[in-house]
């Protein structure tokens, strides 16, 4: 989890967000529809984007998580966090952090993506208050802030 | 929290194993894939929580992609729909079933569902199954009684209803290999990005001299199962393609089409999206 290992003795059926925000106390990842039509309770699990709310505990044995508090190193801003908050891309802030990790996996595949790209990339976020623009656009900068 | 119902979770290492396992619950168990279409009927409580849930994940023979030129493409159960996108086998000798595999759901779900599962939930708009029944596919089931090879078109027997006996599991998908000058295209028209399809169709032909020699036409979400215009394919089939020939097949897939809802709005992009099916995968057939 985030670089650190750790051992947990949970029910299998027990869904990594339960675990993520309730035993590991790691409550950036957010629990908002519970059955995977909103992308926010996004995490990447070996460096790819699912859904938490849906994966079972018995799936993520030994496997490499890392959560949106993965992201800062020390008390910096990883640069796609630093890119929402420059460009208003967070009101609320409660889609941000799957919002954040799906861009994340999107740039660490593909650098310099085209707006198509990095739409269809978070084709399975929804956000009630921007509209979506400011986040994509907030992705686009990322690569120029490198 | 919305949580799950905490059923025990069994980990079969083999096919034998989960084959085994399903035979002795019975209706007591059910077999979970990728999760995303189960676990959230079970979290919604839409359904009486099985007594066991037989995890396929540690099994890694159901998550190989198998290709030589004689038997085709082997796909394991568990492949998941991102593999299918991602695969360069599939890309190369089968592009239709990949590109119907990207319009699935959002890449986060893609990285989740399985063709298996896909196939197995028998949802009158699975995605992958008009690009399958296209194909020609042939689904592998095993049982402790022994293993049988089902075609794909034979495998669906209503709305999310499929001739999965009881205690047996989906292995594998197998399709043929294509004869040359075959190419295929795939259409979806679906409410927002992450939807269900309210109408998907895939076209495979294999074109020699504008003439067309072999066409499968395969729909979903506008029929109780996933099904093939047969009459449509009729009037292409053996045929020198013309725009007349594509209006009568496409009309034809219209009126064959038996959609529960909305279904004059259903016909129509019925007729509507066969014949941009069909023009797509000519110009493609033209190209390879």
């Known amino acids: ?146 | 929290m919305l949580r799950l119902p905490k059923v025990e979770y069994l980990v079969p290492k083999s096919v034998e194993e989960a084959c085994s396992l399903s035979d002795v619950h019975k209706e007591k168990a059910k077999v979970i894939a990728g999760g995303t279409d189960l676990l959230v009927m079970m979290k919604r409580r839409l359904m009486e929580p099985p007594q066991y849930l037989i995890g396929l994940k540690n099994i890694p023979e159901l998550s190989d992609i198998r290709y030589d030129e004689k038997e085709g493409l082997k796909i394991g159960a568990l492949v998941t729909l991102s593999s299918l996108c991602e695969s360069s086998i599939i890309g190369e000798k089968y592009p239709v079933l990949g590109e119907a595999a990207s319009y699935f759901g959002a890449v986060e779900v893609r990285n989740m569902g399985t063709v298996g599962g896909n196939l197995c939930s028998a949802a009158p708009s699975a995605d992958t199954a008009p690009p399958l029944l296209a194909l020609g596919a042939k689904v592998k089931l095993a049982g402790a009684s022994g293993v049988r090879t089902v075609p794909l078109e034979e495998f669906f027997t209503g709305p999310f209803e499929n001739v999965l006996r009881v205690g047996e599991i989906m292995t594998e998908i197998q399709v043929p290999v294509q004869r040359p000058h075959t190419a295929g295209a795939f259409v979806k028209v679906t409410r927002t990005g992450m939807g269900l399809a309210v109408v998907n169709v895939a076209v495979v032909l294999t074109l020699e001299e504008r003439t067309c020699k072999e066409i499968k036409i395969a729909l979903g979400a506008c029929a109780p199962t996933p099904w093939r215009a047969k009459k449509a394919e009729e009037i292409i089939r053996g045929k020198k393609i013309s725009d007349r020939l594509i209006e009568q097949a496409s009309l034809a897939a219209s009126e064959a089409s038996r959609p529960r809802s909305v279904p004059a709005y259903k016909k129509e992009l019925v007729g509507v999206l066969s014949k941009r099916a069909i023009r797509e995968a000519i110009s493609r057939a033209e190209a390879v």
Do not use: W
């Not at chain 1, 959560?67 to 020390?74: A, D, H, K, N």
């Not at chain 1, 929402?84 to 802030?93: P, S, T, Y």
């Open chain 1, 1 to 146: 989890m985030n670089g650190v290992l750790h051992e947990l003795s949970v029910h299998p059926l027990k869904t990594l967000l339960e675990v993520l925000r309730e035993d590991l106390r790691l409550t950036g990842t957010k629990e908002s529809c519970g059955l995977g039509n909103c992308g926010a309770c996004t995490v990447l699990v070996d460096g790819k984007p699912i859904l938490s709310c849906l994966t079972l505990m018995a799936e993520v044995q030994d496997r490499d998580i890392l959560t949106v508090e993965g992201l800062v190193q020390g008390d910096k801003l990883h640069p796609i966090q630093e890119a929402f908050v420059e460009h208003g891309a967070i009101q609320c802030g409660f889609c941000t952090a799957g919002f954040i990790m799906a861009g994340k996996a999107l740039l660490d595949k593909n650098p310099n993506p085209s707006e198509d790209e990095v739409r269809k990339a978070i084709d399975g976020h929804m956000c009630r208050c921007t509209g979506y623009g400011k986040i994509v656009e907030a992705i686009l900068a990322v690569p120029s802030k490198r």
